[in-house]
DNA sequence: AACTGAGTTTTGGTTCGACCAAACTAGGGC
DNA sequence: GCCCTAGTTTGGTCGAACCAAAACTCAGTT
């Protein structure tokens, strides 16, 4: 029966977890609001009856816990976790593992996994509405195929729709992610109006494959279309390879 | 031009951060090596001259950053970050948000989608030894069937070597997250042998499916599986949910 | 009355020095 | 060679103090 990792038996509690966890519970009770400042240090100190050190430590905690928002030089603040939080507390640990080329191909790879789900579903489900947005993104789309700048955030937008589409307030936060983290590598890609054009086609063949209620089409070309702009990319990695794994075994 | 999260211009840095870069830099370079522990307070004190505090703040800061791992008393201990580390990040989070049911559902509902993802790429792309497994994990589940506890386990195992088959380091942390996540809320479910034995056929169908190459079946069986595990568990919340959202507009 | 700006208070960031208890180490007794 | 004890190291906590920036106060200007 392994336990995963709650294996936390506390052979010495520090004295910060017991304000941290005070606070917490503060927090998502309510009691401390949304939006609004934390108690000054010197307060929580004569409250707690303990140190400022160990205040500073508390505050440290629930900072990194994503429950305080806490600027240099400024009260923290308090926040209601979502899970947008969550990916600012991963976002260190995954751009430190984005140094690795195969952990961006890890990333990427996952995205074209979520993706292709999310048109499937897209393609099953969408309302009217949901095409409605999707035809506008890609009009957007077509009239920016000449700016590239332009042509870059409308084509995030364009992919943006499918993830709420998911009806689930985790994907959003996920494209967020998948933004900010994979955003760089495209970046300092050069830009070439072909390219946008080669890519608005690619979108409004997904988009045609959602109208016709096709998942099998729609995923097909979702996943070519990522295919093709990884290969834009063109992340200089040993690594060779190949993003339809097939046939890769072990 | 919204620029997502990085509006981090350091109005004032703080004497920590110094060192926490330094530090970052020494174990992903190796320098520190990994599984080894962390100079000492004092030393790490000296050598970057700056106060004990600072030093502390610094290594609470990798600690929560997930590149060392200290226990109270002792000497924290340098890990080279991998996805696991991101979700041991995120726990605290996402156990928090877990206090509302309908985060509970969100992630549940993410699970489904990713693991009918993962069956529709097993039955495209699963290995002989893939499939081997699964069989092998079909039939410890059905061993199982009158020990609930047993069952459970070979219940995860059974879904987890889906997670293997994503091909990709991601998914079998994900997996690990459900599974602590999620976990309580089973463990609370009465156990009930028929229960188990429809668990049973329902992976089967599930194999089956794979076998077969019908990625449509595949997901189908997987997806009313899940749906019916929900049911099970019979989470009270005063939220009226329906698993599949074809209907449910906005 | 609203705005501005200088002066005061508050507060977060940092240092220093000290103390304690637990972990580590070394030495001595069996 | 093993175990127990004494001494040392080290992490956890405290408290007092200082600095600079932020927040606040309030008189003075328009």
């Given at each position: 029966?392994?336990?995963?990792?709650?294996?936390?038996?506390?052979?010495?509690?520090?004295?910060?977890?017991?304000?941290?966890?005070?606070?917490?519970?503060?927090?998502?009770?309510?009691?401390?609001?949304?939006?609004?400042?934390?108690?000054?240090?010197?307060?929580?100190?004569?409250?707690?009856?303990?140190?400022?050190?160990?205040?500073?430590?508390?505050?440290?905690?629930?900072?990194?816990?994503?429950?305080?928002?806490?600027?240099?030089?400024?009260?923290?603040?308090?926040?209601?976790?979502?899970?947008?939080?969550?990916?600012?507390?991963?976002?260190?640990?995954?751009?430190?593992m984005l140094?690795d080329?195969a952990g961006v191909?890890s990333?990427?790879?996952?995205?074209?996994?979520?993706?292709?789900?999310?048109?499937?579903?897209?393609?099953?489900?969408?309302?009217?509405?949901?095409?409605?947005?999707?035809?506008?993104?890609?009009?957007?789309?077509?009239?920016?195929?000449?700016?590239?700048?332009?042509?870059?955030?409308?084509?995030?937008?364009?992919?943006?729709?499918?993830?709420?589409?998911?009806?689930?307030?985790?994907?959003?936060?996920?494209?967020?992610?998948?933004?900010?983290?994979?955003?760089?590598?495209?970046?300092?890609?050069?830009?070439?109006?072909?390219?946008?054009?080669?890519?608005?086609?690619?979108?409004?063949?997904?988009?045609?494959?959602?109208?016709?209620?096709?998942?099998?089409?729609?995923?097909?070309?979702?996943?070519?279309?990522?295919?093709?702009?990884?290969?834009?990319?063109?992340?200089?990695?040993?690594?060779?390879?190949?993003?339809?794994?097939?046939?890769?075994?072990?």
């Amino acid at each position: 029966m392994n336990k995963l990792d709650d294996a936390r038996q506390d052979p010495q509690p520090r004295a910060a977890d017991g304000v941290v966890a005070e606070l917490e519970s503060r927090i998502l009770s309510g009691l401390l609001v949304d939006k609004q400042p934390l108690p000054s240090e010197r307060e929580l100190m004569e409250e707690f009856d303990i140190s400022r050190t160990v205040v500073r430590e508390a505050i440290a905690t629930l900072s990194n816990r994503g429950l305080v928002e806490s600027k240099p030089r400024f009260r923290p603040v308090v926040r209601k976790p979502d899970f947008d939080t969550i990916i600012n507390a991963t976002d260190t640990i995954i751009r430190n593992m984005l140094a690795d080329p195969a952990g961006v191909l890890s990333l990427y790879e996952s995205r074209i996994f979520i993706e292709r789900g999310l048109v499937r579903q897209a393609a099953t489900t969408a309302t009217k509405e949901d095409i409605s947005l999707l035809k506008q993104a890609l009009e957007a789309n077509k009239d920016a195929i000449d700016d590239s700048l332009e042509f870059f955030r409308t084509d995030l937008e364009f992919h943006r729709i499918f993830y709420d589409i998911g009806r689930n307030p985790i994907f959003p936060a996920i494209h967020k992610a998948y933004g900010s983290w994979l955003w760089p590598y495209w970046e300092r890609m050069k830009r070439a109006p072909s390219r946008n054009e080669r890519n608005y086609h690619a979108h409004k063949a997904i988009y045609d494959a959602i109208l016709e209620r096709d998942p099998d089409a729609a995923e097909q070309a979702l996943a070519s279309h990522l295919a093709r702009a990884w290969e834009d990319v063109g992340l200089t990695m040993e690594v060779s390879v190949s993003l339809d794994r097939g046939a890769s075994d072990d």
